[in-house]
């Protein structure tokens, strides 16, 4: 991990309450400035996503999207990722792309835009070519 995860609930609700929310349909962002020099995330999943396989594997695909994109050295800041109801049902680079449209959004440096940056892992799958009819 590349950040300093928020643990406790008081830190969450102190960005729910001061930081700014960015919506999108499968995510929500609250962003928020702090002093410190490091980023803390946060993810979260309610019950209203599923059952604990659910919640898991919305946890688990945010984090591989989130990884894509957050730099080291962007400041500080708080982020909080909220799961919703589609968020489960995706594939970690559909929700690569809304991460980056958050980061935009947001005005966060992403990590996945800078021309140096290495190929993403996670890459939609290529169409299959149809086989041309034999002759």
């Known amino acids: 991990m590349r950040y300093r995860p928020i643990r406790r609930n008081s830190e969450f ?3 729910y309450a001061r930081g700014k929310s960015y919506v999108n349909q499968a995510l929500v962002l ?17 019950k209203k996503i599923g059952h604990a396989v659910q919640r898991n594997r919305a946890r688990r695909v945010m ?3 989130i990884d894509e994109h957050l730099d080291y050295n962007i400041g ?3 982020l909080v990722f909220v799961a919703r109801g ?3 049902r995706l594939k970690s680079w559909q929700l690569s ?3 980056a449209k958050l980061f935009a959004q947001a005005g966060l440096p992403d990590k996945a835009k800078r021309p140096d ?4 892992a996670t890459v939609p ?3 299959r070519a149809k086989p041309e009819p034999k002759a």
């Open 86 to 88: 589609m968020t489960p």
């Open 13 to 15: 609700g102190r960005v």
């Open 125 to 127: 799958p290529a169409r």
């Open 117 to 120: 940056a290495p190929p993403p």
């Open 30 to 46: 609250y962003v928020l400035k702090t002093r410190s020099k490091r980023t803390r995330v946060g993810l979260t999943a309610t």
């Open 63 to 65: 984090k591989a999207a």
């Open 97 to 99: 792309a809304i991460v």
């Open 76 to 78: 500080g800041y708080d």
